[in-house]
T-cell receptor, first 117, second 113 residues
Framework: GAVVSQHPSRVICKSGTSVKIECRSL??????MFWYRQFPKQSLMLMAT?????????EQGVEKDKFLINHASLTLSTLTVTSAHPEDSSFYIC?????????????FGEGSRLTVL | GDSVTQMEGPVTLSEEAFLTINCTYT??????LFWYVQYPGEGLQLLLK?????DKGSNKGFEATYRKETTSFHLEKGSVQVSDSAVYFC????????????FGAGTRLFVKA
C-alpha cells in the first residue's frame, strides 16, 4: 500500500501564532506532495504543489508568506501557517503521488483541522 | 482552466437502491479521471479511475465509464449499502493543469437502512 500520515490531526491556536503541519509518506518516496484546503461545503482547493528540494509552487490567490511549505526530503513536507487568524481556520489535507505519471492516483493524509481563536 | 462539475448533494437513498452521481469535466488534452471517497472521520481514498476514453473503472460494486464525447464520468452502483454513506469526489489529472489534480465539489451520500 501507500500510506501518508499527517500530524497533528487537530490543533487549536491563538490568533497571531504560527502552526506547523507535517505530512509524511511512510512507505514510499514522494517527489511531489500537494496541499489542499477543504472548505465547509466539502470542496478541496489546491493550495500548492511541493517539490522535494525546491520551492513550492503556489496557486493563484494563496499567500506564500502566510502558508510556508517546505519539502526537505522525499518523505516529509511541512505546511506552516504563519501569524494565523480566525479566517485561516479550516481543514488542511496533504497528498502525495508515486512517480510522475498523471495517470497515477493521489494518496491522502488524514487531514488536520486548524482552529484559530 | 480545467474544472470538474458534479451533482450537488446530499443524496439520500434507501438500502439496495440504485445510485448515480453525475460528473462532467472541462479540460484540454487527455486527462485521467478519478472518483475518490471520504468516509466519516477518514481521509480521502481512491475508489476507481479511468485513464483513457471508453475505459471503465470499477471497485466495490461501483462503476464509472470515461466518456470523452460527453465529457462525463458518472458514478453508478446497482445496490447501495449503509456502509456506502460517504462523500464522493470526482477528479481529473493531466489536463491543462498537468500534474495537478482538480476536484469537484463533492457529493454527500446518505444510505438509510
Amino acid at each position: 500500500g501507500a500510506v501518508v500520515s499527517q500530524h497533528p490531526s487537530r490543533v487549536i491556536c491563538k490568533s497571531g501564532t504560527s502552526v506547523k503541519i507535517e505530512c509524511r509518506s511512510l512507505d514510499f518516496q514522494a517527489t511531489t506532495m500537494f496541499w489542499y484546503r477543504q472548505f465547509p461545503k466539502q470542496s478541496l482547493m489546491l493550495m500548492a504543489t511541493s517539490n522535494e528540494g525546491s520551492k513550492a509552487t503556489y496557486e493563484q490567490g494563496v499567500e506564500k508568506d502566510k502558508f510556508l511549505i517546505n519539502h526537505a526530503s522525499l518523505t516529509l513536507s511541512t505546511l506552516t501557517v504563519t501569524s494565523a487568524h480566525p479566517e485561516d481556520s479550516s481543514f488542511y489535507i496533504c497528498s502525495a503521488s508515486k512517480g510522475l505519471a498523471t495517470t497515477g492516483e493521489l494518496f491522502f493524509g488524514e487531514g488536520s483541522r486548524l482552529t484559530v481563536l | 482552466g480545467d474544472s470538474v462539475t458534479q451533482m450537488e448533494g446530499p443524496v439520500t437513498l434507501s438500502e439496495e437502491a440504485f445510485l448515480t452521481i453525475n460528473c462532467t469535466y472541462t479540460a484540454t488534452g487527455y486527462p485521467s479521471l478519478f472518483w475518490y471517497v471520504q468516509y466519516p472521520g477518514e481521509g480521502l481514498q481512491l475508489l476507481l479511475k479511468a485513464t483513457k476514453a471508453d475505459d471503465k473503472g470499477s471497485n466495490k460494486g461501483f462503476e464509472a465509464t470515461y466518456r470523452k464525447e460527453t465529457t462525463s464520468f458518472h458514478l453508478e452502483k446497482g445496490s447501495v449499502q449503509v456502509s456506502d454513506s460517504a462523500v464522493y469526489f470526482c477528479a481529473l489529472r493531466g489536463g491543462t493543469g498537468g500534474f495537478k489534480t482538480i476536484f469537484g465539489a463533492g457529493t454527500r451520500l446518505f444510505v438509510k437502512a
